[in-house]
């Protein structure tokens, strides 16, 4: 067990309370812990963008405002176009997709269809074939003539 002797506390420009200890006598690296700054701690993360704009007063009247708004309401619509688009070019693509299948359907049903004529024509042929054929051995033509008068 490692005994930590000196602790020093700082706060950082963001408002963190880092904790610094001594490095220990085994040669790892020390890894500040991060304390949050009000006592009740759980406090929402600020994310970098809104850091230093927390009390700042926007006037409505101002042309920054009116432009800052303006650019993101062209932003916004823009978002809702792509949006739309993009839903319209799905709807198609499934339109699409749905024709296909039933093109692919239709034909799966016909080459089954002719698969199950030849099928037949093959087996009808073979089994002819087999009634014309004689086995070899049981050929009662060139048996012995003189059982043949009997």
Do not use: C, W
């Amino acid at each position: 067990m490692s005994k930590i002797s000196q602790q020093s506390t700082t706060t950082d420009a963001n408002g963190v309370s880092v904790i610094h200890t001594p490095a220990h006598t085994s040669g790892l690296q020390q890894v500040p812990q991060l304390v949050p700054v009000s006592p009740g701690g759980g406090g929402k993360a600020v994310p970098p963008s809104k850091q230093g704009k927390k009390n700042s007063f926007v006037d409505r009247n101002s042309d920054e405002y009116r432009q800052r708004r303006e650019r993101n309401n062209m932003a916004v619509k823009k978002s809702r176009l792509k949006s739309k688009q993009k839903a319209q070019d799905t709807l198609q693509r499934v339109n699409q997709l749905k024709e296909e299948n039933e093109r692919l359907e239709a034909k799966i049903k016909l080459l089954t269809k002719e698969l199950s004529v030849l099928k037949d024509l093959f087996l009808e042929h073979a089994h002819s074939f087999a009634d014309h054929v004689q086995p070899v051995g049981t050929d009662t033509t060139t048996a012995n003539p003189e059982n043949s008068g009997q």
